[in-house]
């Protein structure tokens, strides 16, 4: 129950109206939906009514600003919260270039173009120009995807887990799917090929130990009620040691002997040989279309360096089906991805487009000793810009590709590290993620370090700007008052 001193503060809150008559909010009121600041202002005073009502005594209170002028001010600052994008662009100073909660794959200009003017649009999406008649909207695809990897057929998903999951649901539901013990992956934690199985109404039929698995052991596991054999590529763990796998040829003529499909989960799904630019081998899509596999499956916005989908390819009579399969409408791909994807598929055409306008490709090939000279370019300009009290030098961790992608590949790599002698790099860390465009870096005891790998040189100056922004003069005491 609220007592006398409760009420009595109540009444003492200013209005919203007074609030609004502020200096600040008059400019405002013509820049901004006059909703936005009704709402920023309710909601500092709903935040003083709590504190009132949630006071055991009024001595409590005394020190409680309320003025308008106070008031008015946080209000502003929460106006400038309301207005701004949630989601949007960020700089990765990491060093991981497959950062899932960065978005995984920055999109290649190509892409983003298509993507505007699709948009901006109507579209064939589903539409014959030649014909005028209706068709799908997987046709804008097949033929790049089956060109670049060899496939009969092809089609695209919202995402890699969408397309395992049709795929098992459209092949062998109610039936079992035989699959190695050392390959049940678990991905980003919420990805999990025995739970997505069960969803997908394919039975589980586990062989082999972690570590070993032959090809008797599938073999053996074979029923009248196996509808598929399963390979799902460890992308983001590798079984060391001891360790014996079935290659993807050798289970193929087990299978075809079985009168069995073969399928197999790529996850990240290379469309080129990267140990040609001195990256660990990763299974090409190309490589297990080759050696026979039925349906592959993959993520287009892993190395594919394009945006989110599953891409399922493979022998046509089984993507037919899949196709056909009801579930196919719900995990759809939109028409604005398919524009991305497209213009993606487009540049691997000639592999050294690829590499250089794909941004994962060109972050995963970039030579040493270019992100040595970046990193000391953006050392020498923030020390000029930041002045004596930090201390900036160069650090030479790795980085790492990410993503569930090449857990092994540990990329060469050049970090700037900004250290402050009174300011503890965890206040240096989330001063860059407040800047402009934010900045996420890495932290390392007393200093921060921004690595060059997954900045790009069109990203220097940007980076150069935002830094410099929150950083300068300290960090944390120049607390800028005017607010919008
Ligand atoms: C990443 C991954 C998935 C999930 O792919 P999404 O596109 O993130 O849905 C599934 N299987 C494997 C082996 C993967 O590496």
């Known amino acids: ?48 009514r709590k504190i009132i009502l949630q006071a055991a005594s009024e001595e409590e209170l005394q020190q409680l600003d309320i003025s308008p002028p106070s008031l008015a001010f946080e209000a502003l600052q929460l106006v400038r919260e309301k207005m701004d994008y949630n989601l949007k662009p960020v700089l990765n100073a990491t060093g991981v270039v497959l950062h899932t909660n960065l978005g995984r794959a920055p999109l290649a200009p190509q892409a983003v173009k298509a993507i505007g003017e699709v948009g901006r649009h109507f579209s064939n999406l589903e539409f014959s120009l030649k014909s005028g008649k209706r068709t799908t909207r997987h046709e804008h695809v097949e033929e790049l995807l089956c060109w670049l990897t060899g496939a009969e057929d092809a089609l695209v998903v919202n995402n890699n887990a969408g397309a395992v999951f049709l795929a098992l649901n459209t092949a062998a539901f109610g039936r079992e799917v035989i699959v190695s013990r050392g390959e049940l992956v678990e991905i980003g934690g919420s990805f999990r090929i025995p739970e997505v199985m069960a969803r997908s109404g394919a039975r589980l039929v586990e ?63 290379v469309l080129l040989d990267l140990t040609l630019y001195g990256l660990p081998r990763e299974p090409m899509v190309s490589d297990s279309i080759a050696a026979g596999v039925d349906l592959v499956t993959f993520s287009g916005d892993k190395l594919l360096g394009g945006p989110q989908a599953g891409i399922i390819v493979g022998e046509q009579r089984y993507v037919r089906q899949i196709k056909r399969n009801q579930m196919a409408r719900a995990l759809r791909v939109d028409k604005l991805t398919l524009a991305a994807l497209e213009a993606t598929l487009r540049l691997y055409l000639d592999e050294r487009t690829a590499l250089k306008d794909i941004p994962v490709l060109n972050m995963l090939t970039s030579p040493a000793e270019d992100i040595k000279a970046r990193a000391q370019r953006v050392a020498e300009e923030l020390q000029s810009r930041l002045g004596g009290s930090f201390r900036i030098n160069i650090f030479t961790e790795k980085a790492r590709v990410g993503g569930g992608s090449l857990p092994l590949a540990s990329l060469p790599s050049f970090q700037v590290g900004l250290e402050h002698q009174d300011v503890k790099s965890e206040v240096l860390a989330s001063r860059l993620r407040m800047a402009d465009p934010p900045v996420v870096p890495r932290v390392r005891e007393n200093r921060v370090l921004l690595d060059m790998r997954t900045v790009r040189e069109n990203e220097v100056n940007m980076l150069l700007d935002a830094v410099a922004a929150v950083l300068k003069g300290g960090a944390g005491y120049n607390e800028d008052r005017h607010l919008v």
Request: aromatic content about 8%.
């Open 1 to 48: 129950m609220p007592q006398d001193f409760h009420k009595r503060y109540l009444r003492r809150l200013p209005a919203v109206e007074r609030v609004l008559q502020e200096k600040g909010f008059q400019e405002l009121e013509e820049r901004f939906p006059r909703e936005v600041l009704l709402r920023s202002v309710r909601e500092v005073l709903e935040g003083r």
């Open 207 to 269: 062989v082999g130990t972690t570590n070993k698995c032959y090809l008797r052991d599938y073999r053996d596991a074979v029923t009248e009620h196996t509808a598929l054999m399963l390979k799902v590529h460890t992308s983001n763990y590798r079984v060391l040691g001891f360790t014996a796998e079935v290659d993807p040829a050798s289970l193929v003529r087990l299978a075809h002997n079985n009168n069995l499909p073969v399928m197999e989960d790529l996850g990240s799904g």
